[in-house]
């Protein structure tokens, strides 16, 4: 999604810029541009394609000595991903950046247009430029006319703005979508996300919704809407939030597989107490835990993945109904909360603004919140009632792996927590199941990491194929779901997730000898059932690649990846990591670009 850095101190800025630029590339874009203040006149330069494209026209001008500057990268929404659509946008003294989506922005063009503003791109950023720029000029207060603008706008979005004739000040705007500001001495910054800070950077502050700052040189203001001073929240910048390194690895997503092992230990272990599941450290409310009647649960994407794996657990130890449904569409289908219940949303990035959207209904109808989240200060953490956050790290690869065995693992353990509450598990199961999750688990995921060129051999033949079903039953199609994502996502064959006996009611018509069944079985409940559909499509010509405990049945599989011997509910957390490694290895080695696949975002901060 767009990013968004800004600087006004006391050092040349260009670089600085240039560099935020590049360390926000990871949330993805498709062009990029800045905006630096000399002498009461805008340079902008603008290109589509890479920060390193950008960089390269910059080389062109005269290296600039401007202490004032925004800039950004662009992840389209209105308009093609081409320069004349590229921000900053710049209407008479105003120039701007943003981060969302401005909805009613034809509203702003007949009253612009009646002003005499004329437009160059399709943007609603533009329009919302206009707008500011229009009443600066009417009142000559930046504060007030950006107040105004903001009054008429409406959607989700983030702002920076500079005005031609103020070399000191930039300012900033939050209204859905994240927008932090850096403190240093002599300097201040406004950026979508903590890894755009230079290093020396060490504390910052994260903007309030519905909030206005004014950065300069000495400092900062915040004020609400009506132009309030409001009071700042200094957070210290942790290690985890700054910029990423891949440590000697071709790719952040394989360096984050790899960290899989020591993410769980380190999540699962500020969780346990004594052997035992313990929460306490998140703040959820267990009065409101030991009485619910139900729960619901949204989230997208993989961390959606996640959420219908914890269902699926959640079910099985409380007997207690969850609704488990995309963010995206939670407000649409008016949810009916109902009893005793709760939402539990799942995000990796904290930022994702579907999810946020659910989390402010639930929360507008009184209904109690726990967020899992990675990022400390996202916008999920501090808006819900509760946040497990889980402590994978920083993820930077657009494809979540990490993130999502985590969750996992960490879900696991709060079902288990649940259930013990509950009296619906012993305390000597749930210790036996609390000691698999917390030690067992990190080891065998380490065993089947070491075992990569295992999976790096099944990949040969599906890297071939355009096409591919992941297959399973119960818990093991929610891994099915996740793995089709993943292999999608970076190596664009189109794979499908199916419940493995749903297939037999359609879509076999697609199986032949081009399409690959990747097939995942690891619950003894379910394992014949499950080699029976293994050989309903392996006879009908599909290669079948299947994912399973050795001593499970393997007729029909052309390739199996025998699982290590562990606890049953540990084996999907496993196989989860199989199918992230079968995906990076697929797509390498149809050279795809792993790291940044097409037309993605990582941290999707528009609905
Ligand atoms: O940051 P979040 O976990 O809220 O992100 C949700 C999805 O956008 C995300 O999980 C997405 O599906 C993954 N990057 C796919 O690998």
Redesign the pocket.
């Known amino acids: 999604m767009c990013g968004i850095i800004g600087y006004a101190g006391k050092s040349p800025c260009q670089n600085i810029l240039l560099s935020g630029l590049y360390a926000l590339e990871y949330r993805g874009y498709d062009s990029a541009g800045i905006a630096l203040l000399d002498n009461e006149r805008f340079t902008i330069i603008k290109s589509r394609g890479e920060v390193s494209r950008l960089e390269e026209k910059m080389k062109a001008f005269q290296a600039s000595e401007s202490t004032l500057g925004i800039a950004h990268t662009r992840w389209a929404t209105h308009g093609e991903p081409g320069e004349r659509n590229a921000h900053p946008h710049k209407m008479g003294k105003t120039a701007l950046v943003h981060n969302g989506i401005i909805e009613n922005y034809k509203e702003a063009e007949p009253i612009l247009a009646e002003k005499c503003y004329t437009f160059c791109s399709d943007t609603d950023t533009e329009r919302a430029a206009g707008l500011i720029d229009l009443y600066y000029r009417e009142t000559g207060d930046p504060l007030a006319a950006i107040s105004r603008a903001c009054k008429k706008l409406r959607g989700s979005y983030a702002f920076a703005v500079m005005f031609e004739d103020r070399e000191n000040e930039i300012y900033g705007v939050r209204l859905g979508s994240p927008l932090l500001i850096g403190v240093g001495d002599g300097e201040s910054l406004l950026a979508s996300d903590t890894a755009a800070f230079p290093a020396h950077i060490d504390r910052y502050i994260a903007m309030e919704d519905g909030s206005i700052s004014r950065i300069f040189r000495d400092g900062f203001q915040l004020f609400d809407m009506s132009l309030a001073k409001i009071k700042a929240n200094e957070q210290p910048l942790t290690q985890i939030s700054r910029g990423a390194h891949k440590d000697g690895y071709e790719h952040f997503m394989r360096k984050e597989i790899h960290e899989e092992p020591a993410a769980v230990l380190k999540t699962l272990a500020a969780y346990i107490k004594n052997g035992l599941p313990d929460f306490s450290a998140s703040g959820v409310d267990t009065s409101i835990l030991k009485q619910l009647s139900s729960l619901h649960i949204a989230?997208?994407?993989?961390?959606m993945h996640a959420g219908l794996f914890a269902k699926f657990l959640i079910e099985k130890f409380l007997r207690i109904p969850v609704f488990a449904e995309v963010a995206s569409e939670f407000r649409y289908n008016e949810p009916i909360f109902d009893g005793n219940t709760a939402l539990l949303v799942i995000?990796?990035?904290g930022e994702?603004a579907d999810?946020l959207a659910a989390l402010r209904l639930a929360k507008e109808r009184g209904i109690y919140s726990i967020a899992v989240v990675n990022v400390p200060c996202s916008s999920i953490a501090r808006e819900a009632d509760a946040v497990i956050y889980t402590h994978a790290g920083r993820e930077v690869s657009?494809?979540?792996t990490k993130?999502y065995t985590v969750q996992t693992a960490l879900l696991s353990l709060f079902a288990l927590h649940l259930g013990s509450l509950r009296g619906s598990i012993s305390q000597k199961e749930a210790q036996k199941i609390c000691f698999s999750l917390s030690r067992e688990l990190p080891e065998k995921i380490d065993e089947v990491i070491a075992r990569e060129d295992e999976v790096r051999a099944l990949c040969h033949s599906i890297s071939q194929k355009e096409s591919a079903f992941f297959i399973g039953r119960g818990v093991d199609a929610h891994i099915c779901a996740e793995g089709a994502?993943?292999l999608k996502?970076i190596s664009y064959i189109n794979a499908q997730a199916y419940p493995a006996g749903e297939l037999k009611h359609g879509t076999i018509s697609l199986i032949s000898n081009d399409f690959p069944v990747i097939a995942v079985s690891t619950q003894l409940c379910s394992a014949e059932k499950t080699a029976a559909n293994v050989r309903e499509v392996a006879s009908r010509g599909a290669d079948v690649y299947l994912i399973a405990p050795a001593d499970f049945p393997q007729d029909g599989a052309k390739r199996v990846f025998a699982l290590p011997k562990a606890a049953e509910p540990l084996l999907p957390i496993l196989a989860a990591t199989v199918t992230q490694l079968l995906a990076y290895h697929t797509a390498l080695l149809r050279g795809c670009n792993v790291d940044k696949p097409r037309n993605l975002a990582?941290?999707?901060t528009v609905e």
């Open positions: 989230a997208c994407g993989t961390a995000s990796q990035s994702t999810t657009v494809a979540s993130a994502l993943k996502e990582k941290s999707v």
